[in-house]
């Protein structure tokens, strides 16, 4: 009686899982990058190629569980002993393996081997206990110094700039949302200013840890207009739950507009 | 020296030092006195206990510490009073602060990793029954063994007294990043004292492991009784081995770290902080160091750990299994080691993959992406054991049994998660949400669990002399199996939300959708953990007043079966044990054990 | 293997099975330790090797006294690793008072070791080097990784005698046997093989 139950109660989770995953009933939001999809089609790759084996594995435990309880069972090992088991482990799990790998390295490879956009909208990032600051270069394309013994908060000098000497740094423009233009090719930099942190733009398919000392590019292009979250997830202490800045993707002159207010805002 | 020994009397089957008799009339006469019997005790058998019972207590702190979690996420305003009487600074009127959600979250963690997970099913039921297995009278060391012990639960109790102090536990996470975990307490309340005395407990921790491991690999290798050959190993000892191989050179290297780690905490270097880090306000006068490095050797040591805790359910699995289904392992004793010999050295290569978007090379990525794709499958063929094992058995469905069938469910289900986060592409949309974390629990927290149940269960006779209730033990194996898929399970699907993990409140706008879902978890986790007090119950009430247990209640036919429960000080009462066969003679009603000169009747 | 053989080698009364590697347990138990501490050696070297590359200047501090002192501390060390066999063959042929003498030379050679580097230390620290400071202008984890390493063999080198002497007495006093003498030896030649890769990495390497 024990085996019935377990095997209906692994068959009716396996089915609730399957249900839940296959009907999105939590997925991810819809995507808006260039290399988006090909991180969707991993995913669904893997759902597909995992899920078969979930599925597999729970419904055959349960089947045996179900058929084999008690002692009138005539006892024998399955034709071939351990053999098919270990071929079928290599050459299913090994071929899903490299089917795997080989395609998910185009994934992987879409968003960090190819080369950014020489043309690319350039904007530095900071990450801070507890939130996250942007930086355009300006009119004359180029970022100031940082000086982290400039750092002055009261005086909303979050990235530490040498205004009065810099002449780079004078026309930075310094913004707590990340704004940027829609189909246009942006790269980031990431740096940290204190502890670790992570840049996590789900609609984006990014994420990519700061960690302090290093300058980290991340490069995308942005393929629908709208207002998207980036939140931490690198556990930075006692506001990390509440770390976190909007993207806004804007139209063209949208953001021109919006990049100017900025400027005269400084 | 090497006369019959039959007119010896309780010396027998024991070491003796052939320089003086003085010293083997010292080392293992039955010890005399309540503490050399149960408090300095260097019998492996009450060091085994002793570990289990600290195990007992760790796994329900560290049960209560994710009750507070869970009530939290799911009522932020829910005032909790026990903890505002253990921090009125953490937990004003009861009421959680986001850092003391932190430090539970950490301490929950260290706690329940190292003082559950790692050492339960190896340090607990292997030292109790791993020489008897072997038949041995004792552990190859026994006064390192009760050492071992001894630093283990001063690191316990170190972890646990970071509750006490004033600024309370780290908050840092058990993985303990640097800079966070490296500059002191500018980086928030539990960063000062509170991160010393965690770097203390795992040092302490990191000692015992390492001598406790020398300890089963030479016990295993060196003790072994008349005809116990290699081959003829039981499973559960076979895990034991090789888990302290991994471990041995696991903790290795977490030792030096948390050393490091001290370094920069207390004596002013650079390993892990770079330059012009301002916190608080105040620029920080290291430079020079790499939080990368951290992350290296932490998971260097943190990815075999995983298998540290996992290695051991592997054996116990593997050893009980044929005791309730009445047939031996497919592949005997061979695949399923190999298996594990395959997955503990594979999982000294794979340490990247919890790095994948930590700001290591994105080609180092796909290095380690590799390994930790193909160490699916000896775990795959490991469950593909298991689970045709059962293919025209007898199964007697036994309490053990029913834990080591959820085991392997959950295993396969924490296993299947590991596709999604082995690959660096679906990884980075995955990392540091809640499937991370539903992974990590099935895998560990559910599967390692119920393997360690499933050994409580199966030994409890032998090490207690008295039967546990059946009926209890099965009414805890249902509640748990189903709650346990209603919390982890529901993590991995919120997971693809894009849950963030680590988060003491539900506040982004993607989040706050969750809260019903965190609610469901909630109510579902502390139903679990109510579930498990029937068991704690069951326990208690039985080492007392259980019905008296046979020597051999299961009809199985490993050595610890072959003595008394429990066994004499010395295991086996001055017998010559001589081992015929391997340790899965099954076939039906009908066994052999191991000890018997009788016929096979599985060909092992 | 016979039962005799057996029964000498674990020192037993009942009959075992052989160790598959036929040695005593005190041995093997040396040699997994030995396994243990190498790695944790490995992870500082390793640490060492991740800053010395990732730095953009690390320097090379050492001139030639400190490599001339080095070298001396080397062939000292390597001298007790003789005189450490020596004693272990003559405990072995039951000589116990060369066996006493080897040792007690063996101890005074990782005295006069542990006496060069200490005062090699005291010469640094007078020039300014800490744990956090380089007075030479380079990397500033030069002192973290140089005393955290080197620290770490010394308090090896500084256990290891101590621990001989405690075998030492044990052995006069028939206490001990020289099972006992071997195993002390096989972890008095790791700490010695440590040496030789903690002086080329640590000392040549930083030599200008």
């Known amino acids: 009686m024990a085996g019935k139950i377990f095997a209906v109660v692994v068959a009716l989770i396996t089915i609730v899982t399957a249900y839940c995953v296959i009907a999105h009933v939590w997925w991810m939001p819809v995507d808006i990058s260039v290399h988006g999809p090909k991180i969707d089609h991993q995913i669904e790759e893997t759902v597909l190629v995992a899920g078969l084996l979930f599925i597999a594995g729970q419904v055959v435990l349960a089947a045996f569980v179900f058929l084999y309880g008690g002692a009138r069972n005539r006892i024998k090992q399955i034709p071939g002993g351990a053999k098919p088991l270990i071929v079928f482990a290599f050459l299913l799990v090994g071929t899903e393996i490299v089917a795997l790998s080989f395609i998910g390295s185009k994934a992987w490879g879409a968003v960090y081997f190819e080369a950014p956009d020489p043309a690319s909208m350039r904007v530095d990032v900071q990450a801070g206990q507890f939130a996250y600051y942007f930086r355009y270069p300006g009119p004359d394309g180029k970022f100031g110094s940082l000086h982290p013994d400039l750092i002055n908060e009261g005086n909303q000098n979050y990235f530490g700039l040498d205004t009065d000497h810099d002449a780079d740094a004078k026309d930075d423009i310094v913004t707590a949302e990340l704004a940027i233009p829609v189909n246009k090719p942006i790269l980031l930099t990431l740096h940290s200013k204190d502890v670790g942190h992570s840049f996590y733009a789900r609609e984006l398919r990014i994420q990519q840890d700061f960690v302090p000392g290093l300058n980290i590019p991340v490069h995308f292009t942005a393929t629908q207009t709208g207002r998207f979250e980036i939140v931490c997830t690198q556990l930075c202490g006692l506001g990390h739950y509440n770390m976190k800045a909007y993207l806004s993707v804007l139209s063209p002159s949208d953001f021109d507009d919006w990049l100017r207010k900025q400027a005269s805002m400084q | 020296m090497f006369a019959a020994t039959a007119e010896k009397n309780i010396f027998l089957g024991v070491k003796i030092m052939p320089a003086t008799a003085a010293q083997a009339a010292v080392h293992h006469a039955p010890p005399q006195g309540f503490i050399r019997k149960y408090?300095?005790?260097?019998?492996?058998?009450?060091?085994?206990?002793?570990?289990?019972?600290?195990?007992?207590?760790?796994?329900?702190?560290?049960?209560?510490?994710?009750?507070?979690?869970?009530?939290?996420?799911?009522?932020?305003?829910?005032?909790?009073?026990?903890?505002?009487?253990?921090?009125?600074?953490?937990?004003?009127?009861?009421?959680?602060?986001?850092?003391?959600?932190?430090?539970?979250?950490?301490?929950?963690?260290?706690?329940?990793?190292?003082?559950?997970?790692?050492?339960?099913?190896?340090?607990?039921?292997?030292?109790?029954?791993?020489?008897?297995?072997?038949?041995?009278?004792?552990?190859?060391?026994?006064?390192?063994?009760?050492?071992?012990?001894?630093?283990?639960?001063?690191?316990?109790?170190?972890?646990?007294?970071?509750?006490?102090?004033?600024?309370?536990?780290?908050?840092?996470?058990?993985?303990?990043?640097?800079?966070?975990?490296?500059?002191?307490?500018?980086?928030?309340?539990?960063?000062?004292?509170?991160?010393?005395?965690?770097?203390?407990?795992?040092?302490?921790?990191?000692?015992?492991?390492?001598?406790?491991?020398?300890?089963?690999?030479?016990?295993?290798?060196?003790?072994?009784?008349?005809?116990?050959?290699?081959?003829?190993?039981?499973?559960?000892?076979?895990?034991?081995?090789?888990?302290?191989?991994?471990?041995?050179?696991?903790?290795?290297?977490?030792?030096?770290?948390?050393?490091?780690?001290?370094?920069?905490?207390?004596?002013?270097?650079?390993?892990?902080?770079?330059?012009?880090?301002?916190?608080?306000?105040?620029?920080?006068?290291?430079?020079?160091?790499?939080?990368?490095?951290?992350?290296?050797?932490?998971?260097?040591?943190?990815?075999?750990?995983?298998?540290?805790?996992?290695?051991?359910?592997?054996?116990?699995?593997?050893?009980?299994?044929?005791?309730?289904?009445?047939?031996?392992?497919?592949?005997?004793?061979?695949?399923?080691?190999?298996?594990?010999?395959?997955?503990?050295?594979?999982?000294?290569?794979?340490?990247?993959?919890?790095?994948?978007?930590?700001?290591?090379?994105?080609?180092?990525?796909?290095?380690?992406?590799?390994?930790?794709?193909?160490?699916?499958?000896?775990?795959?063929?490991?469950?593909?054991?298991?689970?045709?094992?059962?293919?025209?058995?007898?199964?007697?469905?036994?309490?053990?049994?029913?834990?080591?069938?959820?085991?392997?469910?959950?295993?396969?289900?924490?296993?299947?998660?590991?596709?999604?986060?082995?690959?660096?592409?679906?990884?980075?949309?995955?990392?540091?949400?809640?499937?991370?974390?539903?992974?990590?629990?099935?895998?560990?927290?559910?599967?390692?669990?119920?393997?360690?149940?499933?050994?409580?269960?199966?030994?409890?006779?032998?090490?207690?002399?008295?039967?546990?209730?059946?009926?209890?033990?099965?009414?805890?194996?249902?509640?748990?199996?189903?709650?346990?898929?209603?919390?982890?399970?529901?993590?991995?699907?919120?997971?693809?939300?894009?849950?963030?993990?680590?988060?003491?409140?539900?506040?982004?706008?993607?989040?706050?959708?969750?809260?019903?879902?965190?609610?469901?978890?909630?109510?579902?986790?502390?139903?679990?953990?109510?579930?498990?007090?029937?068991?704690?119950?069951?326990?208690?009430?039985?080492?007392?007043?259980?019905?008296?247990?046979?020597?051999?209640?299961?009809?199985?036919?490993?050595?610890?079966?072959?003595?008394?429960?429990?066994?004499?000080?010395?295991?086996?009462?001055?017998?010559?044990?001589?081992?015929?066969?391997?340790?899965?003679?099954?076939?039906?009603?009908?066994?052999?054990?191991?000890?018997?000169?009788?016929?096979?009747?599985?060909?092992? | 293997m016979s039962q005799s053989a057996i029964a000498a080698v674990t020192h037993h009364e009942v009959v075992m099975e052989a160790s598959p590697y036929a040695m005593d347990k005190k041995k093997l138990g040396m040699w997994v330790f030995i396994v243990s501490d190498a790695c944790s050696f490995a992870a500082f070297l390793f640490a060492y090797g991740y800053m010395r590359v990732g730095a953009p200047v690390w320097g090379t501090p050492f001139g030639f006294s400190s490599i001339l002192n080095g070298v001396v501390m080397t062939a000292v060390l390597l001298s007790s690793s003789l005189t450490m066999l020596a004693a272990t063959h003559a405990s072995q042929t039951g000589e116990k008072a060369s066996a006493g003498k080897w040792l007690g030379i063996t101890m005074l050679l990782g005295t006069i070791f542990a006496a060069l580097h200490l005062r090699e230390w005291f010469k640094l620290i007078a020039e300014g080097w800490r744990l956090f400071y380089n007075p030479a202008g380079g990397a500033a984890q030069f002192g973290a990784a140089f005393f955290s390493v080197t620290g770490l063999h010394l308090t090896h080198v500084v256990t290891g005698v101590i621990v001989l002497a405690f075998i030492a007495r044990g052995y006069r006093q028939g206490r001990y046997d020289e099972t006992h003498v071997e195993t002390a030896g096989l972890y008095w030649h790791f700490v010695d093989l440590v040496w030789m890769f903690v002086f080329p990495l640590m000392y040549l390497m930083n030599a200008h």
């Open chain 2, 39 to 604: 408090i300095f005790s260097v019998d492996h058998k009450v060091i085994g206990i002793q570990y289990l019972t600290m195990s007992l207590v760790a796994v329900f702190v560290g049960m209560a510490l994710s009750w507070a979690m869970r009530i939290h996420l799911a009522w932020p305003d829910a005032h909790i009073p026990l903890l505002g009487w253990l921090s009125p600074s953490g937990a004003p009127g009861g009421l959680m602060t986001p850092e003391y959600y932190l430090s539970l979250m950490t301490m929950h963690g260290t706690i329940m990793a190292f003082f559950v997970l790692t050492a339960a099913p190896l340090a607990g039921f292997g030292n109790f029954i791993l020489p008897i297995q072997v038949g041995a009278a004792d552990m190859a060391f026994p006064r390192l063994n009760m050492s071992s012990f001894w630093v283990t639960l001063v690191g316990f109790i170190l972890a646990c007294a970071t509750f006490f102090i004033p600024d309370g536990p780290p908050l840092s996470g058990w993985t303990a990043y640097a800079p966070l975990s490296a500059v002191g307490s500018v980086a928030g309340p539990g960063q000062g004292w509170g991160q010393n005395l965690w770097g203390l407990s795992i040092v302490c921790f990191c000692i015992a492991s390492l001598l406790g491991a020398l300890n089963f690999i030479v016990t295993t290798l060196d003790l072994r009784t008349k005809g116990m050959t290699l081959p003829r190993l039981p499973l559960s000892t076979w895990g034991w081995f090789i888990d302290a191989w991994v471990s041995l050179l696991a903790f290795a290297v977490l030792l030096p770290t948390c050393l490091l780690l001290v370094l920069d905490r207390l004596a002013g270097t650079s390993f892990f902080i770079p330059s012009g880090l301002v916190i608080n306000d105040q620029l920080q006068p290291h430079s020079g160091g790499s939080p990368l490095l951290f992350q290296h050797l932490f998971w260097f040591f943190g990815h075999p750990e995983v298998y540290i805790i996992i290695l051991p359910a592997f054996g116990i699995v593997s050893h009980i299994m044929p005791t309730f289904i009445r047939k031996p392992l497919v592949g005997g004793w061979k695949v399923i080691t190999f298996a594990e010999v395959a997955v503990g050295t594979l999982s000294f290569v794979v340490w990247g993959h919890h790095m994948f978007v930590s700001g290591m090379s994105p080609f180092m990525a796909m290095v380690f992406s590799v390994p930790t794709l193909f160490i699916t499958i000896p775990s795959v063929i490991a469950v593909l054991v298991w689970v045709f094992s059962l293919y025209h058995a007898n199964i007697r469905f036994d309490t053990p049994l029913l834990f080591s069938l959820g085991f392997v469910s959950l295993f396969i289900s924490g296993g299947i998660g590991g596709f999604f986060l082995a690959q660096p592409s679906t990884d980075s949309y995955l990392h540091a949400t809640s499937f991370v974390v539903g992974h990590f629990h099935f895998t560990m927290g559910l599967s390692a669990i119920f393997a360690t149940l499933a050994g409580f269960y199966y030994w409890f006779p032998k090490m207690f002399g008295r039967m546990m209730n059946e009926k209890l033990g099965k009414v805890h194996f249902w509640l748990s199996f189903v709650l346990v898929y209603c919390v982890f399970m529901t993590m991995h699907l919120t997971g693809f939300a894009g849950a963030v993990r680590r988060y003491s409140a539900l506040v982004d706008d993607f989040m706050v959708p969750l809260i019903p879902a965190n609610k469901f978890m909630t109510i579902a986790a502390l139903l679990l953990g109510a579930t498990q007090f029937i068991f704690l119950f069951n326990a208690i009430w039985s080492r007392f007043k259980g019905p008296k247990a046979p020597n051999n209640p299961w009809d199985a036919t490993t050595l610890e079966w072959d003595t008394t429960s429990p066994p004499p000080f010395d295991n086996f009462g001055g017998r010559q044990i001589t081992v015929y066969h391997g340790p899965m003679e099954y076939d039906g009603e009908a066994s052999v054990m191991q000890t018997s000169p009788a016929e096979s009747v599985a060909g092992t």
